[in-house]
């Protein structure tokens, strides 16, 4: 069946797929057009999709600075965005990938700042040493690792890391082990004082140890001169695992984060509750089937007309329509019917909320983007839901991953605002309509933070006004406007 | 037609809630229709266990012929043709969907072949929400159950309600007021009797209980029927009954013509006067009056734009649109998730009513309250365009003590995943049809009498009713 499928209707999975194949610049075109088609729509396709698509920008990324790299990235973040601003999350991703890459290269860089720190250090003993200059050519290359390692201070942690940098020096392999070749050069070499409280913080001095080419020479220049292109060819290997590493920990986290969500459902849902939510979102459904494990209560659940009708009918009868199963990953497809559960679902339909507001407990929301004000953008209808429980006082829970939230702040929501097919409310055939009549039809609604009380997160539970901790906890403020060039400093 | 024999309508009268009627009718029909009513009372609940356990063992019986095609169907049958030629066409009347939904599970139950009697029960799960399980009635959507008292013109509006043919409070009320008309004008005094006491208990009684089995009636159909009934017993008896008829016909057209006719035309234009040029007028689904506002206004030369916000399952907005585009009206149509988006626009909000509550909520087509809610929350002003007639002097705080529940299939998409909801454990669908609207988000309700505030809906329905008796 997928195999049909995808021969037709290319989505998320045969992206994923061809991901790997594919030559990347054909994958970005891929990505965007399957946006631009909406083929690939919704939080989280589009999200997964992303990160994918960066993981492999990286991978295939060929070295040269961080700046480059940083540079390629909101290249073609860029692209994507344009492609699909009203996809926050697309945004949202490149983002947490940008910042992520700046952490790591932070990190390096005071790695690095120690280092010089160290050789600063090491500089008046060696200025003292000067006279054996003749000594450094010998063992130019090797000459800096002792120094590399003095200053991450022989922990294990650090040794690890010296482990890995020398491993990327390919003509060294004969290298004998780091810290006996440490402690041999200090002592070999008669070396200042300073420099034997080193060997004395590290380890126990082993002469018998003594590797076949002691690399006793320090001069200044020469480290300077190699030691920098050996950082940069070695610090690149390291930097680009962990980047890479980085991004996969984002997709298990894009994974996850429903689960992580429901996690905190029998906090919030209690015996007997009568909880209203709207549209289908696979974060609710997960969310309420945890709760059910423990509780028994009633679900209703609003139809969400013209847009998402067929997908919440799906998920209340427990199939999910071809359309859906497109767009998702096939292990999430199967999921029970809250019916199935034990829960009591009555559907309804959009207009009845009003009348059955004054018997419901709690509104759950799931959202398509939360903005850091605290506002959110959720199927059409969210906003007159939330505000029918504003006026009857019933509390508006909205369960969404952090990766939904993004540090955007548009003034003007309208522009987050999407319109979709009018076919769907005043079908084609009826042509005298169709004709003279205007017909409207809003696929997202924007909720202002007033209207929520508790946003859920796999964080935990905040209120709307700490959001923008969150924002600032999960981007760095220059990545915010990485799309928008003419605004970047 | 007009049913003249006592013994099968005598009954009637004496049992009040319509279920218990139909019960007692239907078992002294079965048995002798010698029995004193009080007497047939107390067997009456006797009897009704007893077809009770004779309907389950006749049912046990006919699985077990279905599943084990073994002809066991010995011991009961003696009394089986019988109960089931007088039962078949009431119990369908009454609780006809019960009835063909077990008939439709038989083969299931037949291909288990184990237990027949036990699990017929428990088979058929409550589909009813329970929020609203006190408003459920099942509707009638033939005619084969109707009793024979019932007039045809009567017997067709009914499925014309029950299928929203005749939708709209008024429509509907002035639909009914017709086809009485037509009972009335067929109707011949018995002898012994009188127009006065007969015409009511006896023939106006099963239309009404017949309408209302189609669809629960319209609470101004409430109100012009106890007018109506008024009407008849203030006919004096020594009155010939052609005269009479006449006089009642005549009133009927004059009921229509005043409370109605009259009435649509001076909201019509008292609403079409707070329309100006400019303005952005805003209406939920379709309200006969508002429609008739809007075109008068536009009539009138005023430029004005209308956007109509409409809902699942009925889009009765639709119809409306329709017939404003067609005069060349500028329409905006959107559902119900647009709302909040285009409440920004509007300058007005126009809503229709079923019906106006005495604590000055109003009663109206389910989202009314929602369309109301954000105007009120956007500061724009809501006005209800509400005849007299629609006035009641009940009362309701929120919309699950009294409302109307429309069979829940009617939510179903044809071809969409929802068509074999009922299998489904637990799963309801719930499809109400009105809800109440808080007085403090209308700001003025247009009547034939003046535009007042919700707070002057009791006063002004003591009026029409001082000024009626």
Not at chain 1, 31 to 41: E, G, H, T, V
Not at chain 2, 318 to 338: S, T
Not at chain 2, 386 to 400: P, Y
Request: proline share 6%.
């Amino acid at each position: 069946m997928p195999s049909l499928q995808t021969g037709y209707a290319p989505n998320l999975g045969v992206f994923l797929k061809s991901l790997k194949t594919a030559p990347l610049e054909s994958s970005i075109e891929n990505l965007i057009s399957l946006l631009k088609r909406r083929q690939i729509r919704n939080s989280r396709p589009c999200a997964i999709a992303t990160a994918h698509l960066l993981l492999r920008v990286v991978a295939k990324f060929r070295w040269t600075d961080i700046g480059n790299l940083l540079q390629r990235i909101q290249e073609v973040g860029q692209r994507l965005v344009e492609a699909q601003p009203r996809e926050m999350v697309v945004g949202n991703i490149v983002r947490r990938v940008l910042g992520m890459i700046r952490d790591e290269a932070k990190e390096d860089r005071t790695e690095d700042a120690s280092d010089s720190t160290s050789t600063s250090q090491l500089g008046s003993p060696g200025r003292e040493r000067s006279d054996s200059g003749d000594l450094r050519t010998e063992g130019g290359v090797s000459s800096f690792s002792p120094l590399r390692f003095a200053t991450t201070d022989a922990s294990n942690l650090s040794e690890a890391s010296g482990d890995d940098i020398f491993q990327g020096r390919s003509p060294l392999t004969s290298r004998p082990p780091l810290l006996t070749s440490h402690t041999s050069y200090a002592v070999l070499n008669g070396v200042p004082v300073q420099q034997s409280m080193f060997n004395l913080l590290s380890a126990t001095p082993t002469p018998s140890s003594t590797p076949p080419h002691s690399s006793p020479s320090h001069g200044k220049s020469k480290i300077t001169a190699t030691s920098l292109a050996q950082r940069i060819a070695t610090s690149t290997r390291d930097l680009k695992a962990e980047v890479i590493s980085g991004i996969e920990e984002i997709i298990d986290e894009l994974d996850q984060v429903d689960d992580q969500i429901a996690a905190y459902a029998q906090e919030h849902i209690h015996s007997n509750e009568v909880v209203l939510t709207h549209s289908s979102s696979l974060s609710v459904q997960k969310f309420l089937l945890k709760a059910a494990e423990k509780r028994k209560f009633t679900v209703i659940i609003a139809e969400s007309y013209p847009n998402d009708h067929e997908a919440t009918h799906a998920a209340v009868i427990g199939k999910v329509s071809s359309n859906l199963e497109s767009d998702e990953m096939s292990t999430e497809t199967f999921l029970k019917p809250l019916s199935a559960a034990g829960i009591t679902v009555i559907l309804m339909t959009d207009a009845t909320i009003f009348a059955i507001m004054s018997r419901v407990n709690k509104v759950i929301l799931a959202t398509h983007a939360v903005i850091a004000s605290g506002g959110l953008i959720a199927a059409a209808g969210a906003r007159i839901i939330a505000k029918a429980a504003k006026v009857h006082k019933t509390p508006v829970i909205v369960v969404s991953g952090v990766y939904k939230l993004s540090p955007e702040y548009p003034f003007e929501f309208e522009s987050l605002i999407e319109y979709g097919d009018p076919g769907n409310i005043i079908g084609y055939g009826e042509g005298a309509l169709v004709d003279h009549l205007e017909v409207d039809n809003p696929v997202y609604d924007y909720v202002p933070p007033d209207l929520v009380d508790l946003y859920i997160t796999n964080l935990g539970a905040h209120a709307p006004s700490y959001l923008y901790r969150i924002v600032a906890d999960h981007y760095k403020p220059e990545d915010i406007n990485f799309h928008k060039p003419e605004l970047q400093f | 037609m007009p049913s003249s024999d006592p013994p099968t309508a005598e009954p009637s009268p004496a049992a009040a809630p319509a279920p218990a009627k139909a019960n007692t009718a239907k078992q002294q029909k079965g048995k002798e229709p010698a029995t004193s009513t009080d007497g047939s009372k107390l067997s009456g609940a006797e009897l009704k266990a007893r077809a009770k356990a004779e309907k389950a063992a006749r049912r046990a019986q006919a699985l077990l012929e279905k599943g084990t095609t073994a002809p066991v169907a010995a011991p009961i049958p003696g009394q089986q043709p019988k109960t089931e030629g007088q039962k078949g066409p009431k119990a369908q009347h009454k609780r006809g969907n019960s009835m063909s939904l077990e008939v439709r599970n038989v083969p299931v139950r037949g291909s288990q072949k184990a237990a027949p009697v036990v699990p017929a029960e428990p088979k058929k799960e409550d589909k009813t929400v329970e929020f609203f399980r006190h408003l459920y009635k099942l509707r009638t959507t033939s005619i084969a159950g109707a009793s024979k008292e019932v007039h045809p013109a009567v017997l067709a509006l009914g499925l014309q309600m029950s299928n929203y043919t005749i939708c709209g409070s008024c429509a509907r009320l002035v639909a009914t007021l017709q086809a009485f008309k037509r009972v009335i004008e067929s109707y011949t005094t018995p002898p012994q009797n009188s127009l006065s006491r007969h015409l009511t208990s006896h023939v106006l009684s099963p239309q009404i209980e017949y309408l209302s089995s189609c669809r629960p009636l319209s609470i101004s159909m409430g109100n012009a029927i106890r007018w109506l009934k008024l009407e008849v017993s203030k006919v004096d008896v020594s009155v010939p009954d052609a005269e009479a008829k006449k006089s009642l016909c005549d009133a009927i057209d004059v009921f229509i013509r005043e409370r109605i006719t009259f009435a649509d035309q001076v909201i019509a234009r008292s609403a079409a006067d707070k329309i100006k040029d400019g303005d952005v007028i805003m209406t939920y689904a379709k309200s006969s009056i508002v429609q008739r506002a809007l075109i008068r206004a536009h009539e009138e030369g005023k430029k004005f734009r209308v956007i109509i916000v409409d809902s699942r399952p009925l889009h009765e907005g639709k119809h409306l649109a329709a017939a404003l585009v067609k005069i060349g009206m500028d329409v905006k149509y959107c559902l119900i998730n647009g709302l909040s988006h285009n409440i920004q626009d509007v300058t007005k909000v126009l809503l229709g009513a079923h019906a106006m509550m005495s604590n000055g909520r109003l009663f109206s087509r389910i989202g009314t309250a929602l369309v109301a809610m954000e105007a009120n929350e956007a500061d724009k002003p809501v006005i209800v365009l509400c005849e007299t007639i629609k006035f009641t002097e009940r009362v309701a705080l929120d919309s699950i003590v009294h409302n109307e529940i429309a069979p829940a299939d009617e939510l179903v998409i044809p071809g969409g995943p929802l068509e074999k909801w009922g299998d489904i454990k637990k799963l309801q669908l719930c499809n109400p049809m009105y809800d109440v609207t808080p007085a403090d988000y209308i700001q003025m309700i247009i009547t034939e009498s003046g535009n007042v505030p919700p707070t002057s809906v009791p006063v002004l329905h003591r009026l029409g009713n001082e000024s009626q008796g």
